[in-house]
């Protein structure tokens, strides 16, 4: 299930990491299924992942970081997570959260949290779906109330946060009575707040994605990374959905179901040779759109388009795996049935309006509008 079967050596770019990189991802592909079936927090997979030095990859130069460039960046994401999703679902967002860091990494704080998570002394995560794409909670779903010059109360919860146990900061938003939004820094000892019990998901549960409650935290000015500001996702690197390191999870996901699909293939499944070519081809064109947005060439809009297209092909490739092994891939023990309830999570994770619709549009055979 190596690289040249399932890219016929596709990797754009260079990495002067590569065996390292090869080895880690062997290291996540065999803790991948067991963590899967246990559910609880995967120590072996992110020790490893933290051992491997990989926090430092997004962290600037400056602050003791490897300031990885992003195209190199996106593809050791899809490349780790063709091995486990899971270890690289909760690197994404604790990378989202040092690079809204980053963006701001003029502010004392800031600068404070990345130098600690360059050492390793620390792990961030990202709560603001309740400014982006969660309605769940209700547009209000964390509130911030001014007490004084600078200070704020925060009372309600982040609906949607992973690795929540396990962080030391997470970088939120609130919003405040007037309309008004702000971006912070919340430690994750800060009295007031309280990690509730993992969900319950169909896939990826060890990344113990869960509610954190927050009542009556108060900050101040130096935890404000952004703000108060009428909108956030206005600010450039401050909040953003559709990114393209969900695209490159998606290819990853794509890339492990068709590498086995095309092993079958080789095997001597002749029913399989076109639906694999044709795969292949649609995971080729994704993945030379996601180099050319990741090397900043493309748009907004072929960044979504993009996307959508990996969802997509996260879901054909899973579920053509899944066929192919019949009754044996859906055996929890089997890599076909966790391929293809994960490819799920691309579907309602992060996944603004228009890529939701896109998906429902191909769904039901409509053609693009």
Excluded at 43 to 64: F, N, Q, Y
Excluded at 66 to 77: E, F, N
Excluded at 204 to 214: D, I, K, P
């Amino acid at each position: 299930m190596g690289d040249d079967t399932v890219h016929g050596g596709f990797w754009t770019e260079h990495d002067p990491e590569e065996s390292r990189i090869v080895a880690l991802a062997d290291a996540l592909r065999e803790g991948d299924g067991p963590a899967d079936l246990a559910g609880d927090w995967p120590e072996t997979l992110w020790s490893t992942i933290v051992e491997s030095g990989v926090l430092r990859w997004s962290v600037p130069a400056e602050h003791g970081g490897d300031a990885c460039p992003r195209p190199l960046l996106v593809q050791r994401y899809a490349r780790l997570a063709e091995a486990s999703l899971t270890a690289v679902f909760i690197l994404s967002q604790h990378d989202a959260a040092v690079r809204r860091l980053s963006s701001v990494a003029d502010r004392p704080k800031a600068a404070e949290w990345l130098s600690r998570i360059a050492q390793g002394r620390a792990t961030a995560t990202v709560g603001i779906s309740q400014l982006t794409t969660s309605r769940r909670l209700g547009a209000k779903a964390l509130v911030a109330t001014e007490v004084g010059p600078g200070r704020y109360r925060l009372d309600g919860s982040m609906p949607w946060v992973t690795a929540a146990e396990r962080a030391d900061v997470f970088v939120t938003g609130a919003l405040l009575e007037d309309g008004r939004q702000l971006l912070l820094t919340l430690p994750g000892d800060r009295p007031g707040l309280s990690v509730l019990p993992a969900f319950d998901l169909a896939a990826l549960q060890a990344s113990r994605t869960a509610e954190v409650a927050v009542k009556g935290v108060e900050i101040d000015a130096d935890d404000i990374l952004v703000g108060p500001t009428n909108e956030i996702a206005s600010q450039p690197g401050a909040v953003g959905t559709a990114g393209l390191e969900t695209s490159a999870l998606a290819l990853g996901q794509a890339a492990a179901a068709l590498g086995t699909l095309a092993d079958l293939a080789a095997l001597g499944r002749d029913d399989l040779a076109e639906p694999v070519a044709q795969l292949r081809e649609g995971w080729r064109r994704a993945w030379a759109a996601l180099m050319t947005c990741a090397r900043g060439e493309g748009d907004a809009a072929s960044a979504a388009t993009l996307r959508a297209e990996a969802n997509a092909l996260a879901l054909r490739t899973t579920q053509a795996y899944l066929t192919a092994r019949r009754g044996s891939g859906f055996l929890r023990v089997d890599p076909a049935q966790r391929w293809a309830r994960q490819a799920l999570f691309f579907l309602v994770w992060s996944c603004p309006s228009p890529i939701a619709q896109a998906a429902i549009r191909d769904l039901a055979g409509i053609c693009p509008a």
